[in-house]
């Protein structure tokens, strides 16, 4: 069963920095997308950063300039480092993963699977 493990979520004033990381159970090269969601409290969870196997990033626009996902192939870790913290940035953080799909069998299949971590918690205070 794949795991993802995140960790690096605490307490922060704003203008601050972090650095979240989700270690897989997997060797990260067989992953397809990695993805950093958030949910603030009472929204609905949001896409960050997503990095793509080859190392492709794209971000949320509210992110952009200040988040910077990463892949460590040797550590088998996603990386999202955080600066210039906002209060507006505080939210459970979740790292998902594309899985291949090896017990695919039939016509029509989901090629990958879908898996999450168990969230981190980020807050920001003013």
């Known amino acids: 069963q794949v795991q993802l493990v995140e960790s690096g979520g605490d307490s922060v004033q704003a203008g601050g920095s972090l650095t979240l990381s989700c270690v897989t159970s997997e060797s990260i090269n067989e992953f397809n997308d990695m993805t950093w969601y958030r949910q603030a409290q009472g929204n609905q969870r949001e896409l960050v950063a997503t990095v793509t196997r080859k190392g492709d990033t794209n971000y949320d626009e509210s992110v952009k300039g200040r988040f910077t996902a990463s892949r460590d192939n040797a550590k088998n870790t996603m990386y999202l480092h955080m600066n210039d913290l906002k209060p507006e940035d505080t939210a459970v953080y979740y790292c998902?993963?594309?899985?291949?799909?090896?017990?695919?069998?039939?016509?029509?299949?989901?090629?990958?699977?879908?898996?999450w971590g168990q969230g981190t918690l980020v807050t920001v205070s003013s």
């Open positions: 998902h993963a594309e899985y291949p799909n090896y017990d695919c069998s039939y016509y029509g299949c989901p090629r990958y699977l879908n898996f």
